[in-house]
């Protein structure tokens, strides 16, 4: 079935950096890769995903990336603001795992004014 | 609208009692899910239901049984709990369908409901 590795699982910015995180997966068969974002206490909430036809995709200061060939995906933050401290989660839905997500463990986010 | 919620927001258990997690949505969604979210793990998929009647196996099943009666409600029950399931719980629900767009029109998102904290002593 498919796995989602996730990396880092932390990373502290400054405020007006950028943020990258980095994700990926086995299945070449997967075709929708969604970006959730989870504030403290809170539910995941998407923020953006991407499917497979699309090596880029953008939403203001945030930016996914697509590699079929190499089966990895990008979250990019610019401007990075303190709100943007979140814990972030990838996920990959394949074929093989009958068409759910399969989430990554997690980056937590910390950006510092 | 509510979307999508869940009850009880938190719970504290003993070990080898029965317990049902309750969670409805209002947005007709045909899919709902359940997943665990434990430090370090992420969230891991532990039942699904495509649509109503029909249930499915997700990652991590054992110990937990769930229905799917109608749209609305997905409840799951822990039949005999144990501290190992000790966890943040949340609920889900998308409604895959084409849409008129491109990027291979089609959506999926999942919506999550607010989580119920269980603590099995």
């Known amino acids: 079935g498919e796995n989602v590795e996730q990396h880092p699982s932390t990373l502290s910015v400054q405020e007006g950096d950028s943020a990258v995180i980095k994700c990926t997966y086995s299945?070449?068969?997967?075709?929708?890769f969604p970006w959730y974002k989870q504030e403290l206490g809170k539910r995941p909430q998407l923020i953006i995903d991407?499917?497979?036809?699309?090596g880029e995709k953008k939403d203001q200061r945030i930016a996914v990336t697509l590699n079929k060939t190499a089966k990895h995906f990008s979250l990019h933050i610019t401007e990075t603001q303190p709100e943007d401290s979140a814990v972030y989660f990838c996920a990959a839905r394949g074929e093989g795992s009958q068409g759910n997500l399969i989430f990554g463990k997690g980056t937590k986010l910390s950006v510092k004014p | 609208i509510a979307g999508i919620t869940q009850a009880p927001t938190s719970q504290i258990l003993a070990a080898g009692r029965r317990m049902t997690l309750r969670c409805t949505q209002d947005?007709?969604?045909?899919?709902m899910y359940w997943y665990r979210q434990d430090l370090g793990l992420g969230l891991r998929l532990i039942h699904y239901s495509n649509t109503a009647g029909t249930t499915g196996k997700g990652e991590v099943p054992d110990g937990y049984s769930v229905s799917r009666a109608n749209t609305d409600d997905f409840p799951l029950t822990l039949a005999s709990a144990v501290p190992s399931q000790t966890s943040v719980y949340f609920c889900?629900?998308?409604?895959?369908?084409?849409?008129?767009?491109?990027?291979?029109?089609?959506?999926?998102?999942?919506?999550f409901g607010p989580g119920t904290r269980l603590t099995v002593l």
């Open positions: 299945d070449s068969a997967s075709n929708y």
């Open positions: 991407i499917r497979s036809n699309v």
């Open positions: 889900a629900s998308s409604d895959p369908h084409l849409t008129s767009g491109g990027d291979h029109g089609f959506t999926d998102t999942q919506y």
């Open positions: 947005m007709r969604h045909n899919a």
